[in-house]
């Protein structure tokens, strides 16, 4: 799933290098040592870890998930079953915060709907480099093929859906249309915040996602030539088997939760964790999430994406974040002392 790219968005204006790579570390925590655990809402995360955990391959995670369907205490499971491991690879802790935009569109081109939602095209779903956003916008190469599944209202939406993979289309009858990751042109994310940065137009600090938006409408032909600078172009599936007042799908295939649903680097967190997380920064976070989705700038063991929902308000809020402080991942007990064979 290409998902949690608001982060890539937003974060790649603000950091150019890529670290050098450390040894990665386990250390086992005790409960006690999760600031806030005990006034945390842990039915709430169970309820959510119930919605993917029977869907983790492992023995171990498959045994637990057996046992949590017959719970009534949902702190007393986490604790009798689990051990918090903090996984470090010498890097600093980063929440950053995601969304599903909710767009205004149609299924048929009129009026204020004039920007298209594609399809992958046959040509391109052989996952090698195909032609680039510019040659796709500026040879026309997608029109009168069939391919639209909708016509939106913004060509600036449209931009910020495939920045984010997967959305909601608010139709004029008042019905959604949900749509996700089809596919992509097989080109690399270039951050257009960076871009603005390097054009002088902003310093770092100002960039975020709807500063961006802003300029862009402030600048109509600068602002389609800004979009142009990132190569990579994403195609949808129509996915309203979810319904509307579900979570999109995340990385598991399942709907996500907001404020409780994290995108994490599945190279160190499973997905389908429960995840403990203390966020610093405004608006502080001491909870128990769960790993249930991934996104290309999500790279690291310290490092998470925050579901925050649906819609503007939700991207609002998503937008804000930026923030440090960590992550602790609980595992089964037997799964936890094989990672720290030495405690």
């Known amino acids: 799933m290409m998902r949690a790219l608001l982060a890539a968005c937003v974060a790649g204006a603000m950091a150019m290098t890529t670290p050098a790579a450390s040894e990665v570390t386990h250390t086992i925590l005790s409960f ?41 205490n949902a ?9 918090p491991v903090l996984i470090e690879d010498g890097q600093d802790m980063l929440f950053t915060g995601y969304f ?8 048929t081109r009129g009026g204020p709907y004039q920007y298209p939602l594609y399809r992958l095209p046959e040509e391109a779903s052989s996952g090698s480099t195909w032609f680039s956003r510019r040659d796709i916008e500026e040879q026309a190469l997608l029109d009168d093929r069939g391919l639209e599944i909708a016509w939106i209202d913004d060509p600036v939406d449209v931009y910020f859906l495939q920045v ?5 289309v608010k139709l004029p009858d008042g019905s959604y249309l949900r749509v996700g990751y089809g596919g992509k042109n097989g080109h690399n994310y270039r951050s257009i915040g960076q871009e603005l940065v390097r054009q002088g137009v902003y310093e770092p600090h ?6 961006i938006r802003n300029w862009v409408k402030r600048n109509p032909e600068e602002g389609a030539e800004l979009l142009r600078h990132n ?7 129509e996915v309203s ?3 509307a007042d579900k979570g999109p799908l995340g990385a598991m295939n399942r709907s996500i939760t907001a404020m409780r649903s994290i995108a994490v680097d599945p190279a160190h967190t499973p997905l389908g964790a429960p995840v403990w997380i203390e966020k610093g920064g405004q608006g502080p976070l001491r909870q128990l999430m769960v790993a249930q989705d991934t996104g290309s700038a999500i790279k690291g063991a310290q490092r998470a994406d925050i579901f925050f929902g649906t819609g503007h308000k939700a991207g609002r809020a998503a937008g804000r974040v930026r923030d440090p402080g960590r992550m602790v991942v609980l ?9 720290a064979p030495d405690i």
């Open 331 to 339: 595992m089964p007990i037997q799964r936890a002392y094989a990672l």
């Open 241 to 243: 088997e979810v319904p």
């Open 231 to 237: 190569p990579s172009y994403v195609f949808f599936r």
């Open 206 to 211: 100002q960039v975020s996602a709807q500063v």
């Open 32 to 72: 006690d040592d999760l600031n806030g655990w005990a006034e945390d809402d842990h039915e709430a995360a169970l309820s959510v870890f119930l919605d993917t955990c029977g869907d983790m391959p492992d023995p171990d995670w498959r045994g637990v998930c057996a046992v949590a369907r017959h719970q009534t």
């Open 75 to 83: 702190k007393t499971f986490f604790e009798l079953f689990f051990r």
């Open 164 to 168: 984010q993979g997967s959305g909601r």
């Open 100 to 107: 599903e935009p909710e767009l205004r569109g149609s299924r």
